[in-house]
């Protein structure tokens, strides 16, 4: 049963484009986290937030953008994207335990 | 550097086998957890542990924070169990390092 949502599933754009991906969780949890996954299958997390404040923003170029509404929402925003940043973007929450619990990913193409 | 090695990178069992996989970190985790991907890309969680061993089925998970590993054994495979599997630990500070993952596939 899914309780972390993420919009869109695909996004297909070109380079130079903004694009902002969605997440929301229903679980009440305090902490999101955004992870990309490489081609290579690679997870590495990106950014982390707990109760709306970063508390991790890992070495990403700063045309990422973390944006929380809410502790139940995790936004993330892509200014002007270049190739590189065709991934798979994962969006977890965790309770006080950091057990992550995952969306299904938004899949970014960048042509 | 890298944090997490997980091995091995690729496992073929056949149905009604068993096997081990495993995380070797390089510092100290706070606790680990095992996740399977879906056939939709999702990522389902296994096990999480803090210490000891957890049960579940067919599948087993170990974690030792002191000797930094952690496994997951598999018995009696089926052809179900095919996927990718990760492990996932805590380093602390809302952080969390992924292994690189093992493509498991179970055939007839």
């Known amino acids: 049963e899914t309780a972390v949502f993420q919009t869109p599933n695909y996004h297909v754009t070109q380079v130079g484009n903004e694009v902002s991906f969605n997440c929301k969780q229903t679980l009440g949890h305090d902490t999101m986290y955004w992870y990309k996954q490489d081609s290579k299958k690679l997870l590495k997390i990106m950014f982390s937030?707990?109760?709306?404040?970063?508390?991790v923003n890992e070495t990403v170029p700063r045309r990422f953008s973390p944006q929380s509404s809410d502790k139940a929402h995790l936004n993330l925003r892509i200014k002007s994207v270049e190739p590189e940043d065709s991934a798979v973007y994962l969006c977890?929450?965790?309770?006080?335990?950091?057990?992550?619990?995952f969306g299904p990913g938004t899949r970014l193409t960048v042509l | 550097g890298d944090q997490v090695e997980q091995s091995p990178s690729a496992l073929s069992l056949h149905e009604g086998t068993g096997s081990a996989l495993r995380c070797n970190f390089t510092t100290t985790m706070r606790a680990v957890q095992w996740f399977r991907k879906n056939s939709r890309g999702s990522l389902i969680n296994l096990f999480y542990?803090?210490?000891g061993t957890k049960e579940n089925g067919r599948l087993k998970s170990a974690f030792d924070s002191k000797e930094r590993y952690s496994t997951l054994h598999i018995r009696d495979a089926q052809l179900e169990d095919s996927g990718t599997y990760f492990c996932?630990?805590?380093?602390?500070?809302?952080?969390?390092?992924f292994g690189s993952g093992t493509r498991l596939l179970v055939s007839p």
């Open positions: 977890a929450s965790s309770p006080s335990s950091y057990e992550q619990y």
């Open positions: 542990l803090a210490s």
């Open positions: 937030y707990n109760n709306k404040q970063l508390i």
């Open positions: 996932a630990a805590e380093t602390g500070g809302y952080k969390v390092v």
